[in-house]
């Protein structure tokens, strides 16, 4: 591998211009510190070759999507592989410094859907286009309606369904809790779409509610939805078992 030749070249100009050898011992204390550089970079390397596109973002965006792409994949290959990993509090600390301006609460909030939907689909260019989604309209929310009821509300101006009269408040998931909502009881329907709500642009109050854990918890919007929060909507499709389905990708959820 080239990369490692380059890598011992290295070594050996630093052992030329001092006339000396270096052995695997003299590394010892370097070493953790030349994995963990060395696993941040070749994260880099697979969003690059994952997500192309990023490249096209104006710099700041790229610089956040990439820095914070790279840890939570950092994170999950560390872990399966036995090397050290930083806190999350590490990684908040260090991105400020990019400046990746991400609270604590943000960070958590994307590695939920990170950890919980995105990895576990393998989906590297979805969650890049989450945290893009993120970082221009903050938290989205979803929610699952038929077709039908969205082409109501768009000639109505707003959106208020019968759940609201009859609950006090419009059901959502969060971006890891759409699929299982849809499969638990939307089942054998057809026609129905997903409206992404930005949270930040929601008129009425939206809180979360539920057991415990931002894994659990549901967003509920307590009032009539304003269609302006609506940043995209799209089409639920299901797979030959009839199970639904979400698109992967760039285009999965903005
Ligand atoms: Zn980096």
Redesign the pocket.
């Known amino acids: 591998m080239d990369l490692l030749k380059d890598l011992s070249k290295i070594k050996t100009a630093v052992e030329h211009a001092l006339g000396i050898g270096l052995t695997d011992e003299d590394f010892a204390d370097g070493r953790e510190e030349i994995e963990h550089i060395f696993l941040?970079e070749a994260c880099?390397a697979a969003i690059a070759h994952c997500v192309p596109w990023i490249h096209a973002l104006e710099e700041s965006e790229h610089t956040a999507v990439d820095?914070l792409m790279?840890r939570y994949l950092e994170k999950e290959i560390a872990e399966s592989g036995g090397l050290f990993v930083h806190s999350a509090k590490e990684f908040v600390r260090e991105l400020q410094r990019y400046p990746v301006d991400i609270t604590m609460e943000d960070y958590r909030h994307l590695s939920t859907a990170w950890e919980e939907y995105f990895w576990l689909r393998q989906d590297l260019a979805g969650m890049a286009a989450y945290i893009l989604t993120f970082l221009r309209h903050g938290q989205v929310i979803y929610h699952i309606l038929p077709k039908a009821d969205w082409e109501e509300a768009e000639s109505a101006g707003v959106y208020k369904p019968a759940s609201l009269a009859k609950e006090g408040f419009i059901h959502c998931s969060a971006v890891h809790q759409v699929i299982p909502v849809a499969n638990d009881y939307y089942e054998g329907k057809a026609d129905l779409c997903v409206l992404c709500i930005a949270s930040k642009k929601i008129i009425a109050e939206m809180r979360y509610e539920g057991p415990t854990g931002e894994k659990c918890r549901f967003p509920h919007i307590f009032g009539e939805l304003n269609l302006d929060a609506v940043v995209a909507v799209f089409n639920l499709v299901k797979d030959e078992d009839g199970k639904f389905l979400l698109p992967m990708g760039p285009s999965a959820l903005i």
């Open positions: 941040h880099h820095e790279a």
